[in-house]
């Protein structure tokens, strides 16, 4: 039996591929096609999904509200669009678990799409296994009622360049100083957590630094980790540009995005305290370090584009 993953693969790399072809005439075009071709492909086919069931599926926790949030925003932003029968949220640490929400949906096929950021332990190990999924090998099986159909992780997704590229480009308009950098003359950081426990970890950072780099926009692009080389820490010393912008992947605004990071980039971590407690952010676009200046971004997971992202991974486990 052939892998599931190969026609996604391929279908992957001809869209990455006319994606930098478009980009290299020229840049802002190119953003713009990619941003009309995703709303386009969110349209297309939709009325195969009508009796269908979508479950977006995040890691949650008690700890931290803020970690549900992408979940529930995006989940909402696809229920306004009508493309399924309906459109649940669901989380493995929190409430409405996804055993829960799975035996109280009756829809004939049921999509379990993982809003995580990498191809890990939980996306790819743990759930899919307690859920009877066999990754990556059998991704679908029936239940009496439904068709269980387990999708790829969204981050992992080579649109998610395109996702990176609007944060990018947003918190440096949103807080110009005294203009807003070009890309050529600012380096891009995306800044993941990493573990030497699980090497999947940092692919899909690094997958998205190749597909970054090879635009050719940026001055430089790279990636940068809490827990591993090369670490978030000092990572603006070895910047050869003096403007800076640090994306983080992260599927939400939690704590590593809003409080781990600013203080890995040099915030002193009462001050990080103090701001958070007050309801303020924890770091000021821009701030200066050594000479350069810092912006810092709003998580991945929060961008708006991501529902599209979401339907991406639909259409490719069900064509």
């Not at 991945?300 to 529902?307: D, F, I, N, S, Y």
Request: aromatic share 6%; charged share 25%; proline share 7%.
């Amino acid at each position: 039996m052939p892998r599931c993953g190969v026609p996604v693969v391929e279908r992957s790399v001809r869209r990455r591929k006319r994606m930098i072809g478009r980009a290299s005439c020229h840049h802002a075009t190119a953003r713009l096609a990619v941003r009309a071709r995703l709303r386009q492909l969110g349209r297309v086919n939709n009325e195969g999904f009508s009796s269908s069931a979508l479950v977006v599926l995040g890691h949650g926790t008690t700890l931290n509200d803020q970690s549900a949030a992408p979940v529930m925003q995006h989940a909402a932003e696809l229920r306004r669009r009508k493309i399924f029968a309906e459109v649940r949220e669901a989380f493995w640490k929190q409430e409405p678990q996804v055993k829960k929400v799975l035996a109280e949906i009756t829809a004939p096929r049921v999509f379990i799409v993982p809003m995580f950021i990498s191809e890990g332990y939980f996306s790819t190990d743990v759930i899919p296994k307690e859920l009877g999924f066999c990754f990556p090998d059998n991704l679908k099986f029936k239940t009496q009622n439904s068709e269980l159909i387990y999708c790829l992780p969204v981050g992992s997704h080579d649109l998610m360049t395109t996702v990176i590229l609007a944060r990018a480009k947003e918190v440096v308009e949103k807080f110009p100083f005294p203009r807003a950098p070009k890309p050529a003359d600012t380096t891009l950081l995306i800044a993941g957590h990493g573990t030497e426990r699980n090497a999947n970890s940092r692919k899909a950072a690094e997958r998205q630094v190749e597909l970054i780099r090879a635009l050719k926009v940026f001055a430089e692009v790279g990636a940068v980790y809490m827990e591993e080389a090369p670490f978030i820490k000092g990572c603006h010393l070895t910047a050869k540009t003096k403007n800076i912008v640090v994306v983080p992947f992260f599927i939400s605004d939690g704590l590593h995005a809003v409080e781990d990071i600013p203080v890995l980039l040099g915030e002193p971590e009462r001050i990080v305290k103090e701001r958070l407690a007050a309801g303020l952010p924890t770091w000021r676009n821009p701030t200066g370090r050594d000479g350069k200046l810092i912006w810092h971004a709003p998580s991945v997971g929060t961008e708006p584009l991501l529902a599209d992202v979401i339907l991406q991974r639909v259409k490719e486990a069900a064509f």
